[in-house]
């Protein structure tokens, strides 16, 4: 089993950024990817970004591409997503992700989940 705690979000004006976290803990020799997704209010939860997490090859959500930066560190057993150029379209819960086996968009792919972080930016 991987346990997983996310923590990092907060208000944000838009422009702004903040860096949200997620420590593994648990079985994490087994990790094989972890993701970020999303989940605003009565929308779908959505996929962000996904790192594989020995290589570190990462894919991003074209909505979040050139703002979001993914990246891990293995000694930490930790995730980060960087947020940078905030829009208020960026505002939902934030959820991370550990796979064993899977690494891509689907949500279903992802057997462990943490509780998530509410990340708010005002416009």
């Known amino acids: 089993q991987v346990q997983l705690v996310e923590s990092g979000g907060g208000l944000v004006q838009a422009g702004g950024s903040l860096r949200l976290s997620c420590a593994a803990s648990?079985?994490?020799?087994?990790?094989?990817?972890m993701g970020w997704f999303r989940q605003a209010p009565g929308k779908e939860r959505e996929f962000v970004a996904t790192i594989k997490w020995s290589a570190g090859t990462t894919y991003y959500a074209d909505s979040v591409k050139g703002r979001f930066t993914i990246s891990r560190d293995n000694a930490k057993n930790t995730m980060y997503l960087q947020m940078n150029s905030l829009k208020p379209e960026d505002t939902a819960i934030y959820y991370c992700?550990?796979?064993?086996?899977?690494?891509?968009?689907?949500?279903?792919?992802?057997?462990?989940w943490g509780q998530g972080t509410q990340v708010t930016v005002s416009s």
């Open positions: 648990g079985r994490t020799s087994s990790i094989y990817a």
């Open positions: 992700a550990a796979s064993n086996d899977y690494y891509g968009i689907g949500k279903s792919g992802y057997g462990y």
